[in-house]
């Protein structure tokens, strides 16, 4: 057996105390995988006292000089955020030490430098924690699939937000009770914006865009929107049509108005057909369906977060790293030849449900399909709720850009007979779309 992949940990919280206990508990069964021992030789911390859990001689408060050990293999990170993280991780790989990280945030921020540096100093940068936990994903579209083409990525990547709306769904509460449910009960942080404002989907997507497609995405190319707007009407009203409201990280090959092939990315909340089979995650789970030419349609589900399955995801990564230090060769690095543009989101083609407080009169039908009809979008189906003062008249478009459909609520809340636009949302995943 070869001699012991040294490995230096930073950050040993929720995840990072889950991923020294399984090198610690599972280190035979590891070695036998790898063709050499695990041994975790540093733990950068910001204060040891609350690591009673490690040897003490292993625990460190100075990071930097952690990643600049010579002794170090591989440096596993699961601190977050963007600094000073970054310029630890360039330190790691420029210093030759292949680098394993769970951090969505600076993937989707600048996860071409780190890339670079990984390839100028051949070694290796892997982050199947970054995005969906435990569910092997990252890997599947990376490796299993590079010989095929995708055309689409659709997924349940938030967990909180995942919980929020199946109880919303299930119990008809507002936003706000859910919310504090899911905080009551663990699923939400006393600070849910980076979850419940579409933040951490969209890094996800980022993500997940740039290795289906091959091409370079970032977290500013991502067109993004939360829950906070999502009300008990928009669940009622998803109800009414069969459907159930989820927050959905998009990714897609578009072509624009000339035929070029384009890049499509957001995250946004969206209907969904209770027939899709994303519909059916509930609570706090993830789940992502793919779409290839050769392979067809693929569901990835399980755990999207916590302790213990993400750090499943980290331990995957980290034997693979320490495969390839111990046969001296390198996995497979960033794939970006492709280089596509971004498609706007304004030239996005998606269908809208439309919900107007509108005046119980004749001719207001009639006057809001020439809205529609003067940009161009088509309405699928059209139904009234209530009568007099409470009347509600609620739209559903066939697929239309999406800058037609702003124009067109524009237009309808300029209109005397529309009180005003009570929602609108997107409607994804039915057929002939």
Same mark, same amino acid.
């Given at each position: 057996?070869?001699?012991?992949?040294?490995?230096?940990?930073?950050?040993?919280?929720?995840?990072?105390?889950?991923?020294?206990?399984?090198?610690?508990?599972?280190?035979?069964?590891?070695?036998?995988? #790898? %063709?050499?021992?695990?041994?975790?030789?540093?733990?950068?911390?910001?204060?040891?006292?609350?690591?009673?859990?490690?040897? +003490?001689?292993?625990? !460190?408060?100075?990071?930097?000089?952690?990643?600049?050990?010579?002794?170090?293999?591989?440096?596993?990170?699961?601190?977050?955020?963007?600094?000073?993280?970054?310029?630890?991780?360039?330190?790691?790989?420029?210093?030759?030490?292949?680098?394993?990280?769970?951090?969505?945030?600076?993937?989707?921020?600048?996860?071409?430098?780190?890339?670079? &540096?990984?390839?100028?100093?051949?070694?290796?940068?892997?982050?199947?924690?970054?995005?969906?936990?435990? #569910?092997?994903?990252?890997?599947?579209?990376?490796?299993?699939?590079?010989?095929?083409?995708?055309?689409?990525?659709?997924? #349940?990547?938030?967990?909180?937000?995942?919980?929020?709306?199946?109880?919303?769904?299930?119990? /008809?509460? %507002?936003?706000?009770?859910?919310?504090?449910?899911? !905080?009551?009960?663990?699923? @939400?942080?006393?600070?849910?914006?980076?979850?419940?404002?579409?933040?951490?989907?969209?890094?996800? @997507? @980022?993500?997940?865009?740039?290795? &289906?497609?091959?091409?370079?995405?970032?977290?500013?190319?991502?067109?993004?929107?939360?829950?906070?707007?999502?009300?008990?009407?928009?669940?009622?009203? +998803?109800?009414?049509?069969?459907?159930?409201? =989820?927050?959905?990280?998009?990714?897609?090959?578009?072509?624009?108005?000339? /035929?070029?092939?384009?890049?499509?990315?957001?995250?946004?909340?969206?209907?969904?057909?209770?027939?899709?089979?994303? &519909?059916?995650?509930?609570?706090?789970?993830?789940?992502?369906?793919?779409?290839?030419?050769?392979?067809?349609?693929?569901?990835?589900?399980?755990?999207?977060?916590?302790?213990?399955?993400?750090?499943?995801?980290?331990?995957?990564?980290?034997?693979?790293?320490?495969?390839?230090?111990?046969?001296?060769?390198?996995?497979?690095?960033?794939?970006?030849?492709?280089?596509?543009? #971004?498609?706007?989101?304004?030239?996005?083609?998606?269908?809208?449900?439309?919900?107007?407080?509108?005046?119980?009169?004749?001719?207001?039908?009639?006057?809001?399909?020439?809205?529609?009809?003067?940009?161009?979008?088509?309405? =699928?189906?059209?139904?009234?709720?209530?009568?007099?003062?409470?009347?509600?008249?609620?739209?559903?478009?066939?697929?239309?850009?999406?800058?037609?459909?702003?124009?067109?609520?524009?237009?309808?809340? /300029?209109? @005397?007979?529309?009180?005003?636009? +009570?929602?609108?949302?997107?409607?994804?995943?039915?057929?002939?779309?």
């Amino acid at each position: 057996m070869s001699r012991a992949i040294r490995v230096g940990l930073l950050g040993c919280g929720v995840v990072g105390s889950q991923v020294a206990r399984l090198i610690r508990e599972q280190g035979d069964e590891l070695a036998q995988r #790898i %063709g050499a021992p695990l041994e975790l030789v540093a733990v950068a911390v910001r204060r040891p006292a609350r690591h009673a859990d490690i040897p +003490a001689e292993l625990l !460190t408060t100075d990071a930097d000089s952690l990643v600049t050990r010579d002794d170090i293999d591989v440096v596993v990170e699961v601190v977050g955020g963007i600094e000073p993280v970054r310029g630890l991780l360039l330190a790691a790989l420029s210093g030759g030490k292949s680098v394993v990280s769970a951090n969505k945030a600076l993937l989707a921020d600048d996860g071409a430098t780190l890339h670079d &540096a990984a390839a100028k100093a051949g070694v290796d940068l892997y982050y199947e924690a970054a995005v969906a936990g435990a #569910i092997p994903l990252l890997r599947p579209l990376r490796e299993s699939l590079a010989g095929d083409r995708i055309t689409r990525v659709m997924g #349940i990547v938030n967990g909180t937000t995942n919980f929020i709306l199946s109880r919303m769904d299930a119990t /008809g509460a %507002g936003f706000d009770e859910a919310l504090a449910e899911a !905080t009551a009960l663990g699923y @939400a942080e006393a600070d849910p914006t980076a979850d419940v404002d579409g933040y951490d989907a969209a890094a996800k @997507a @980022a993500i997940l865009a740039g290795l &289906a497609f091959h091409t370079r995405v970032t977290m500013s190319d991502v067109y993004r929107e939360g829950i906070g707007d999502v009300t008990a009407a928009d669940i009622a009203s +998803a109800k009414a049509m069969d459907c159930t409201v =989820k927050l959905l990280a998009i990714c897609e090959r578009a072509v624009d108005a000339d /035929g070029r092939e384009q890049v499509s990315v957001r995250a946004h909340p969206a209907m969904i057909p209770r027939s899709h089979p994303l &519909a059916g995650v509930g609570d706090a789970y993830n789940a992502v369906f793919i779409e290839a030419e050769a392979a067809g349609s693929l569901m990835f589900y399980g755990r999207g977060a916590g302790g213990a399955p993400t750090a499943s995801a980290v331990l995957g990564d980290l034997v693979a790293v320490a495969r390839n230090r111990v046969s001296g060769s390198r996995g497979a690095g960033e794939s970006a030849y492709a280089d596509l543009p #971004i498609q706007p989101m304004g030239d996005t083609i998606t269908r809208y449900h439309v919900a107007l407080d509108v005046s119980d009169q004749p001719g207001v039908l009639a006057g809001v399909a020439s809205a529609f009809a003067a940009e161009g979008v088509s309405i =699928k189906t059209v139904r009234q709720e209530g009568r007099g003062d409470a009347a509600t008249l609620v739209l559903v478009t066939h697929a239309a850009t999406d800058a037609a459909l702003a124009r067109t609520v524009e237009k309808l809340a /300029g209109m @005397a007979l529309v009180g005003r636009a +009570a929602s609108v949302m997107r409607v994804e995943g039915m057929d002939g779309e």
